[in-house]
Every structure is written in C-alpha cells, then in structure tokens.
C-alpha cells in the first residue's frame, strides 16, 4: 500500500463533520455568525480551555494568525517570531498587509523554538527609538515548523519575557491537538494559563473542511476584532457552515481521537526509521511531522516506489514527512520496509 506523507491537509473532512455542515445546512439560520451553532462553538471553546472566551471564526490558517496579530500590533510595531516560522516563511505578505505594514522580525532557537535570551535581546533594544519600530508582540508556533513542540517551561520562558516588557502573546496553533497530546496537558495549561493572550486554534489539519478559530482569552484584545476580521473579508454570511464543522470537531473529542492517530503513526514511522542504517533523525518528531536526512539515493527510490514527501527543499536529502488522522499504519510500516529495502540494496 502506497500512501502519501507530504502533510496533513492532504488528507479530507471527518465524515462527522460532513455530517455536521449537511445537518446545519437543513433549513434557515440567521446569517454572519447571528446562528445557534455560532453560539455552541463559543460555549464549547469556554469549556475545553476552562475560562470565557471570545471566538472569532475564520476559514484560512493565516487569517487565524494574521488578524489575531493584526489585534496586537500598532503599524508601527515589530512582531517577534521564529525565523522559520509560518508567519515569516508561508504566509506571502499577509500579515505586512492584514497589520497595515508591521514589521516581522525573526528570532533564532533550535529546533524552531524561540530562544527565550536572543527574544529578550531584540525586545530591549531600542525601545523609545523613534527611528526604530517598537516591539509590540510575540508568536510562537506549537507544534513548530520542524516537528517540535514547546514543553510548558518553554512556554512560559517566552511568555515570561514578553510579559515583562508588555507585550502579548500569540500562538499558531496550526497543530495544537498534535502538541496537546504530546504533552499530556490540559488546553489551558498550555495557552492562558502559560501567558498566551490569543491562540489560533487549528482544526482543519486534523479533520474539519475549512474551519479555525480564532480564540482570544485577553479581553481587551477581542475588542476590535470582529470588525478587522469583516475588513479583512473573513466574516462568512453562512457561518453556521464553519460553526457547524468546530461542532463536530469538538463533540466526543473528535479532535483528540484524530491527532492521537496523526502522532501514533509517527512515533510508529520514527521508531521504524530509527532502526534503518544511513537514516538521521534531524528533529525528534513529538507530534505528526519528522524532519530526517535520507541517504544518497534513497528519497529517489521511495517516490518512485510510489511514495509522495516535501524533499529538495532544503539541505541535500532532508525530507519532511507528516502524518495525519487518515495514516494508515499499513502504510507507515511499508513505507519502513522500502526504506530498509534501500537501505540493505546498498550494503549500509
Ligand atoms: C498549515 C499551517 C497554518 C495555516 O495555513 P493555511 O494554509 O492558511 O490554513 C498556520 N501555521 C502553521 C504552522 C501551519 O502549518
């Protein structure tokens, strides 16, 4: 069996969540968020991160985190993130365009993680310069770019840093039930409680068509957004349709029962790959996504064996491959075999 490990989203909809929308969509409801099912989403939000929050619905990853910056940050400002963050590398100019021209400046740490002493160096530096932008915000990405996740301690290192000199946080929660259950914490261990303001809380990589939520626990922060969010063109007049799929995603724990099968074919994947001579492990995986250096040839040898991964686009024989809650574990273990199949083919 042949499967594909090129990211998350390749994969579809839960059918719950099929399920969800078609339920939602039978008869009329009151447009722009003004539904029932809008209001459950909020209540639902409330009770898995144990406080009252604000929610905002959008349908793109990068509107979640660039309106949510887009709260934080004067124009003038300087928005402190990872330099391989989504935010600086995947997100084109959004959030310039979404923050009416803030400066994003990346910050260095291993494994795409903050280092909390390079983060606490650039907030200090020419603080009141009129020549220089401002500080105003940071984001954190959880899980990061190359499969790590901050432990809490790391979190609040960030936090801890950002907090002192006043400014909020955000976190890109792109794979949040990923890092979640990495962690073993609660969702509000791992956002207010660690000194995260607003999290974009992602859903559609682990199983809904198109649905993020915005989840703001600062309440200060949630004052304007509803009107950035209809500027910025997210405001969709049938969101019962978004509200309905965050429903099913957070009802019988969906979104736990999916990424637990997103991150158990990865530590399957990474446990296999671990014991293939001429492999290396760059990043630990924690959640459902491995960055690993294949030897000569061998990245070649498994697309042709029918197997689909990101590589080539970074350093020689890097490969990127993630898991989702569709990874079947047949499909992991073949895809170990081959690599060992290589692997012995070529006497390594
Ligand atoms: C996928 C992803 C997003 C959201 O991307 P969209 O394509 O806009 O939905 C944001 N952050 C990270 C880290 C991601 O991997």
């Given at each position: 069996?042949?499967?594909?490990?090129?990211?998350?989203?390749?994969?579809?909809?839960?059918?719950?969540?099929?399920?969800?929308?078609?339920?939602?969509?039978?008869?009329?409801?009151?447009?722009?968020?003004?539904?029932?099912?809008?209001?459950?989403?909020?209540?639902?939000?409330?009770?898995?991160?144990?406080?009252?929050?604000?929610?905002?619905?959008?349908?793109?990853?990068?509107?979640?985190?660039?309106?949510?910056?887009?709260?934080?940050?004067?124009?003038?400002?300087?928005?402190?993130?990872?330099?391989?963050?989504?935010?600086?590398?995947?997100?084109?100019?959004?959030?310039?365009?979404?923050?009416?021209?803030?400066?994003?400046?990346?910050?260095?740490?291993?494994?795409?993680?903050?280092?909390?002493?390079?983060?606490?160096?650039?907030?200090?530096?020419?603080?009141?310069?009129?020549?220089?932008?401002?500080?105003?915000?940071?984001?954190?990405?959880?899980?990061?770019?190359?499969?790590?996740?901050?432990?809490?301690?790391?979190?609040?290192?960030?936090?801890?840093?950002?907090?002192?000199?006043?400014?909020?946080?955000?976190?890109?929660?792109?794979?949040?039930?990923?890092?979640?259950?990495?962690?073993?914490?609660?969702?509000?261990?791992?956002?207010?409680?660690?000194?995260?303001?607003?999290?974009?809380?992602?859903?559609?990589?682990?199983?809904?068509?198109?649905?993020?939520?915005?989840?703001?626990?600062?309440?200060?922060?949630?004052?304007?957004?509803?009107?950035?969010?209809?500027?910025?063109?997210?405001?969709?007049?049938?969101?019962?349709?978004?509200?309905?799929?965050?429903?099913?995603?957070?009802?019988?724990?969906?979104?736990?029962?999916?990424?637990?099968?997103?991150?158990?074919?990865?530590?399957?994947?990474?446990?296999?790959?671990?014991?293939?001579?001429?492999?290396?492990?760059?990043?630990?995986?924690?959640?459902?996504?491995?960055?690993?250096?294949?030897?000569?040839g061998m990245a070649d040898y498994l697309?042709a064996e029918?197997?689909?991964?990101?590589?080539?686009?970074?350093?020689?024989?890097?490969?990127?491959?993630?898991?989702?809650?569709?990874?079947?574990?047949?499909?992991?273990?073949?895809?170990?075999?081959?690599?060992?199949?290589f692997?012995?083919?070529?006497?390594?």
């Amino acid at each position: 069996m042949k499967v594909a490990f090129t990211s998350d989203n390749i994969a579809g909809a839960s059918e719950s969540v099929w399920q969800a929308m078609m339920e939602a969509s039978q008869g009329d409801a009151m447009p722009y968020g003004s539904d029932e099912y809008t209001t459950q989403v909020t209540r639902m939000l409330s009770e898995l991160f144990e406080c009252e929050v604000d929610v905002f619905m959008v349908s793109t990853g990068t509107a979640a985190n660039v309106l949510s910056i887009s709260a934080m940050t004067p124009v003038w400002g300087s928005v402190l993130c990872h330099k391989e963050s989504h935010l600086l590398c995947d997100e084109s100019t959004a959030p310039e365009f979404y923050t009416g021209g803030a400066r994003f400046v990346g910050i260095g740490g291993a494994d795409a993680k903050m280092d909390p002493a390079l983060l606490e160096r650039v907030i200090n530096q020419k603080v009141g310069d009129v020549h220089s932008c401002q500080p105003s915000a940071v984001s954190i990405s959880q899980v990061t770019e190359v499969g790590s996740v901050y432990s809490l301690e790391e979190i609040h290192a960030v936090t801890g840093v950002a907090k002192a000199a006043g400014l909020p946080v955000h976190m890109d929660g792109a794979r949040f039930a990923n890092a979640l259950l990495a962690l073993g914490c609660t969702p509000a261990q791992m956002t207010w409680k660690a000194g995260v303001d607003i999290v974009s809380f992602g859903a559609t990589k682990n199983g809904t068509m198109s649905a993020e939520a915005i989840v703001v626990f600062n309440k200060a922060l949630a004052k304007d957004l509803a009107f950035r969010r209809k500027r910025g063109g997210h405001l969709l007049s049938k969101m019962r349709l978004l509200s309905s799929q965050m429903i099913a995603y957070l009802t019988d724990e969906l979104w736990r029962t999916n990424a637990e099968q997103a991150n158990a074919m990865m530590a399957l994947m990474q446990a296999g790959l671990q014991t293939v001579p001429g492999i290396t492990i760059n990043t630990p995986a924690q959640a459902n996504m491995l960055f690993c250096t294949l030897p000569e040839g061998m990245a070649d040898y498994l697309l042709a064996e029918g197997f689909a991964f990101y590589t080539g686009r970074w350093e020689k024989g890097v490969v990127r491959l993630v898991t989702s809650f569709r990874t079947p574990k047949e499909g992991v273990e073949a895809f170990v075999e081959s690599a060992r199949q290589f692997a012995q083919q070529q006497g390594l």
